[in-house]
């Protein structure tokens, strides 16, 4: 199974960038990886993919180093409303998508 | 609909009842999931949906679980004689797709709380 690890929380302030990388040592050639947000009582969303260097959407990029062993989710000028836990997977072999524990970000004022 | 719809939204049991969850995965999706989230954790998987057949069933806590999924559309979450450690939010998603590059959109989740 391709097992990530994130930090189990991150504080940020209002306007800042917020980084959280992932790693994933044993990714499979074919796997993606993707990024999801949860907020509480609602279920995750998705926010963004990739599968090597860079990708930018209207919320986040997401930089993937060549070798593919970790993976970091950039949030430009966060808000009070980005406060949410961050979850990044790697699709593992056979039929299962594996949500770790995810990323607790909270933002402050 | 426009997207996942999960019910009821909340449910109240008493221990050893049975209970039944539905999900409306959006329309024309042929992957559906089932996951359970227990208050303050991460997500666990339960079972997996390609149209009506589950090639995957390994996340299932128990036999007292079982999932079905008809028509390749709604599918149904029955726990047969509920225990207090079953309570969580048990939520849905759906996939156009399954496989390499896949997205999950998931619904709201049905809060099951077992007295």
């Known amino acids: 199974l391709a097992k990530t690890t994130q930090p189990i929380s991150m504080d940020s302030y209002e306007g800042q960038e917020v980084n959280i990388t992932c790693s994933h040592n044993n990714i499979a050639t074919n796997d993606y990886i993707t990024w999801y947000q949860q907020f509480p009582s609602q279920g995750p969303r998705f926010i963004i993919q990739?599968?090597?260097t860079k990708v930018t959407n209207e919320v986040a990029s997401l930089f993937i180093p060549a070798d593919r062993k970790s993976s970091t989710l950039s949030l430009p000028r966060v808000s009070l409303s980005d406060t949410a836990v961050y979850y990044c997977?790697?699709?593992?072999?056979?039929?299962?998508?594996?949500f770790g524990a995810g990323t607790i970000l909270r933002v402050k004022s | 609909g426009a997207g996942v719809s999960q019910s009821p939204s909340n449910k109240v049991t008493e221990k050893g009842k049975d209970v039944e969850l539905r999900c409306d995965p959006i329309s024309g999706h042929t992957a559906l999931y089932w996951y359970r989230q227990s208050l303050g954790q991460g997500l666990e998987f339960l079972i997996y949906f390609q149209g009506n057949s589950a090639p995957d069933k390994s996340g299932l806590p128990s036999d007292r679980f079982s999932a079905e999924r008809t028509g390749g559309s709604v599918s149904t979450l029955t726990i047969q004689r509920t225990q207090q450690e079953d309570s969580a939010v048990y939520l849905c998603?759906?996939?156009?797709?399954?496989?390499?590059?896949?997205?999950?959109?998931f619904g709201s989740g049905t809060q099951l709380s077992v007295l």
């Open positions: 990739g599968y090597k």
């Open positions: 997977l790697a699709r593992s072999y056979g039929n299962k998508l594996v």
């Open positions: 998603a759906s996939s156009p797709t399954h496989g390499v590059g896949e997205k999950l959109f």
